[in-house]
Nanobody, 116 residues
Framework: QVQLVESGGGSVQPGGSLRLSCVAS????????MGWYRQAPGSQRELVAT???????KYLDSVKGRFTISRDNAKNTVYLQMNSLKPEDTAVYYC??????????WGRGTQVTVSS
């Protein structure tokens, strides 16, 4: 079992920045990729960014150049630095941990609201 706890969401004006954090605990040795998904009202959950244990990263096209994912393996933490935020980035952001056996764990989610 893996437990994920997110923090760092909130409200910000367009053009602002936020940093999300997600701490993993439990069977962390089983984790391959860690990342972030988001879900806006009326929309499906979508991948925002992931980073594997080997360092491979993947980003949603619309966030490339604005968002940066990083991992601190010593702290079992994954971060999402979000810059130049836009209203369309408004969503609940979920931390995800994918194991080497292709099992997904999810955090409870943190709200990000971008509005003037």
């Amino acid at each position: 079992q893996v437990q994920l706890v997110e923090s760092g969401g909130g409200s910000v004006q367009p053009g602002g920045s936020l940093r999300l954090s997600c701490v993993a605990s439990g069977s962390i040795f089983s984790i391959n990729a860690m990342g972030w998904y988001r879900q806006a009202p009326g929309s499906q959950r979508e991948l925002v960014a992931t980073k594997t244990s080997s360092g491979t990263t993947k980003y949603l096209d619309s966030v490339k150049g604005r968002f940066t994912i990083s991992r601190d393996n010593a702290k079992n933490t994954v971060y999402l630095q979000m810059n130049s935020l836009k209203p369309e980035d408004t969503a609940v952001y979920y931390c995800n941990a994918a194991t080497f056996t292709m099992y997904d764990y999810w955090g409870r989610g943190t709200q990000v609201t971008v509005s003037s």
